[in-house]
């Protein structure tokens, strides 16, 4: 609950203080007990400020990532079904602001923008003397760029919502104002733009663990992605144009010119492979250590029998409209790394793995392979509901999509752009397209971020009347398996414009009435 968030911020902050983590490698959520050290001795070398920010890659996230992302960012667009009465109201758009995961969506998000207000707010004054202004702006400039990809996601989903830059100014308020979009994509934009400033340079190389913080070249990608939803496409197209140039991030796959050839799309999503050079942003899960934080997306993606433990609940099946969109199942390389056929074999899963012929993830009589990793010896640890592979927030093979679609819409050389779409479909295994349209990219756009949860945006960004005729148009149904062959249950739901966004939780406006008021100018004067 907001005002409950509120009236606990210094203990928030406190205890975002306290979240200190030792390396970057294998133990980068691992810390020592908080009783090891004392504030007085907090911040006071390269070392500890380096550290302050490995929290915010992961602990505030899960709830987001775990319960809420997929609901939105597949079962609303109509990537995935459910049966699942928890979530089966992101499809059929009767989603209230009484649904538990919206209360979810609002409290991991400005968790997240808590614990990175307070280094923010913190570090300026509280680093000792022999810590360098370089690594005291660069921690601050990860926890402005972790705040910045907070707000957008609460923006995309609830639209005005109450920007919050010091959580200890609120501690005795009770009402919060919300403020209008176009402030809140201000504010991303100026915490981008510090991170962009202040973040290190980096070069994507083959040791993966130094790859696992975002840089100044992650700022600059996802800015342009900012602008691309802003419809400001000549600076979309120039800052994806530079960041391409710099070469910092690579293709995972592919032919040398186009990428790293040591991978492939499939890759991706190996575990052994997190952090590699296509991966801009992603959260760092882990396993071990007594503070550290696992993944749960395996435990609700995977069938059972998959992961070696009781989990593996197939909450979610790619949908029939899904698997109908996918240009050649069987030169698409992108399918079998995203959905599992009846009978396909998986030999790097479980030393070896055949799906059932029996598969039906909810109805659909497919299953989902993406994000699903395996046993433990399979993937390089995990227990139930918790497993080390990270989840990309973005990736290269997106910010090629967003410079394809930022030159398409006049920002900048179509040829350019082309050329980058055809670089994600030749990845893919696909021909090239010669001439692309807008809507040639939202396609693959789909494909290649599928169960990646951002399909429910690239609808709704299209406008009001695309997205209502589209969602209105997609196949939410089930395939009835009592007949030979199976025939399809058709199921379809109409949104309407309110739908487009998601209602604030119920027990935010009873604690905070102000969100629903008229939003109210921030002041980005008191900056």
């Known amino acids: 609950m907001m005002m409950k968030k509120l009236n606990n911020a210094k203990i928030i902050a406190i205890a975002a203080l306290l979240l200190f983590f030792p390396s970057c490698s294998e133990e980068f959520l691992e810390r020592p007990p908080e009783d090891s050290y004392s504030v007085a001795d907090f911040y006071k070398t390269d070392?500890?400020?380096?550290?302050?920010?490995?929290?915010?890659?992961?602990?505030?996230?899960?709830?987001?990532?775990?319960?809420?992302?997929?609901?939105?960012?597949?079962?609303?667009?109509?990537?995935?079904?459910?049966?699942?009465?928890?979530n089966a109201d992101f499809g059929n758009f009767a989603i209230t602001g009484?649904?538990?995961?919206?209360?979810?969506?609002?409290?991991?998000?400005?968790a997240v923008i808590a614990q990175s207000n307070s280094l923010i707010n913190t570090l300026p004054t509280a680093v000792g003397e022999d810590v360098s202004v370089e690594v005291t702006n660069n921690a601050i400039g990860e926890a402005r760029f972790?705040?910045?990809?907070?707000?957008?996601?609460?923006?995309?989903i609830f639209g005005s919502v109450p920007i919050i830059a010091d959580n200890t100014?609120?501690?005795?308020?009770?009402?919060?104002?919300?403020?209008?979009?176009e402030d809140v994509y201000e504010f991303i934009k100026r915490d981008l733009m510090f991170a962009m400033e202040n973040l290190d340079d980096n070069t994507r190389g083959s040791n993966y663990e130094e790859n696992a913080r975002v840089s100044s070249g992650s700022a600059k990608a996802m800015l342009a992605k900012i602008y691309l939803y802003e419809e400001n496409y000549s600076e979309a197209y120039r800052l994806a144009d530079e960041v391409i140039n710099s070469g910092e991030f690579k293709l995972y796959g592919g032919d040398a010119e186009d990428g790293d050839p040591s991978g492939s799309y499939y890759d991706l999503f190996l575990t052994e492979n997190d952090n590699n050079p296509e991966s801009i942003f992603a959260l760092q899960w882990s396993t071990s250590g007594q503070y550290a934080e696992g993944n749960g997306l395996q435990s609700l993606f995977a069938q059972a029998g998959i992961t070696g433990f009781s989990d593996g609940y197939s909450a979610i099946g790619p949908s029939l409209d899904l698997q109908e969109a996918y240009e050649d199942k069987e030169e698409d390389?992108?399918?079998?790394?995203?959905?599992?056929?009846?009978?396909?074999?998986?030999?790097?899963?479980?030393?070896?793995?055949?799906?059932?012929?029996?598969?039906?993830?909810q109805g659909t009589n497919v299953g989902i392979k993406k994000y699903v990793v395996g046993n433990a010896a399979s993937n390089g640890g995990g227990g139930m509901q918790s497993y080390p592979n990270n989840t990309y927030i973005l990736r290269y093979a997106e910010l090629l999509l967003i410079h394809a679609e930022a030159a398409l819409m006049g920002g900048g050389s179509v040829a350019e752009g082309t050329e980058s779409f055809n670089k994600v479909r030749r990845r893919a295994g696909l021909e090239n397209i010669e001439n692309p349209t807008i809507d040639d990219v939202f396609q693959e756009?789909?494909?290649?971020?599928?169960?990646?949860?951002?399909?429910?945006?690239?609808?709704?960004?299209?406008?009001?009347?695309?997205?209502?005729?589209?969602?209105?148009?997609?196949?939410?149904?089930?395939?009835?398996?009592?007949?030979?062959?199976?025939?399809v249950a058709s199921e379809t739901f109409t949104p309407n414009m309110d739908d487009l966004l998601f209602p604030y939780p119920s027990n935010e406006t009873q604690n905070n009435p102000a969100l629903l008021e008229a939003p109210v100018p921030y002041d980005f004067d008191e900056e």
């Open 98 to 110: 009484e649904h538990g995961t919206l209360t979810q969506a609002w409290e991991s998000l400005y």
């Open 333 to 361: 390389l992108r399918y079998y790394a995203t959905i599992m056929d009846p009978g396909a074999v998986y030999p790097d899963l479980n030393d070896g793995y055949t799906v059932s012929e029996n598969v039906n993830h």
């Open 445 to 487: 756009r789909r494909i290649e971020l599928a169960f990646e949860f951002e399909f429910w945006y690239d609808v709704v960004r299209r406008g009001p009347d695309f997205a209502i005729n589209f969602l209105a148009q997609t196949e939410r149904g089930t395939f009835n398996n009592d007949t030979t062959p199976p025939t």
């Open 169 to 181: 100014e609120y501690v005795l308020e009770p009402v919060v104002p919300r403020n209008p979009e």
């Open 47 to 86: 070392d500890q400020v380096i550290s302050s920010t490995n929290h915010l890659y992961s602990k505030p996230w899960f709830n987001f990532i775990s319960n809420v992302a997929w609901g939105i960012g597949e079962l609303s667009s109509g990537n995935g079904r459910t049966w699942d009465p928890r």
């Open 146 to 156: 972790v705040r910045a990809t907070a707000y957008f996601y609460l923006v995309r």
